[in-house]
């Protein structure tokens, strides 16, 4: 079942991945959508921050996929850019099969090629108010796929 939540600042963005960084666990992933300057990013900086990783989290579009270790023996952040792959051989040419199982994997702009990973995922779109442009409010929808995330509450995350 679909979830939405409204944040309406980037801080309240970082939150909602705060938020949700409580229920994550190594092996997660989340596969984001969303138009270019949705808020990708900033979800994944609250995540980071959350799960206590070392580094800054920034887009790696240019580098496609960084890693990011835990400060405080959690799951490492695996936080992939897939804008410039043109497939899954493209992403599957990065081995994220190999720490999948250890870390925490974002995948943004990761629809139609990042679904094969796992059975298992999160699907969060994150759409912008359309129109005026100085105008901060996101709808998050989180799309829980597979076993893992039955039973898992992600309404609770509204608060």
Do not use: N
Not at 48 to 68: E, M, N
Not at 86 to 97: I, Q, S
Not at 112 to 129: F, S, Y
């Amino acid at each position: 079942m679909t979830v939405s939540v409204v944040a309406a600042t980037a801080d309240e963005t970082r939150g909602l991945a705060t938020r949700l960084a409580a229920l994550l666990r190594a092996g997660d992933l989340l596969v984001l959508s969303g138009d270019l300057g949705a808020g990708k990013t900033t979800f994944t900086q609250g995540l980071g921050a959350a799960l206590q990783v070392r580094g800054d989290v920034t887009s790696p579009t240019f580098v496609i996929s960084r890693v990011h270790p835990s400060l405080v023996h959690g799951p490492a952040l695996v936080h992939v850019d897939a804008y410039r792959l043109h497939g899954a051989l493209e992403l599957d040419d990065l081995d994220l099969d190999a720490s999948l199982e250890e870390a925490v994997t974002v995948v943004e702009w990761g629809t139609g090629v990042a679904e094969d990973l796992t059975d298992d995922r999160l699907e969060v779109e994150i759409l912008r108010a359309h129109g005026d442009t100085d105008d901060e409010t996101r709808t998050l929808r989180l799309t829980p796929v597979g076993i893992r995330w039955q039973g898992v509450d992600l309404a609770a995350l509204a608060g």
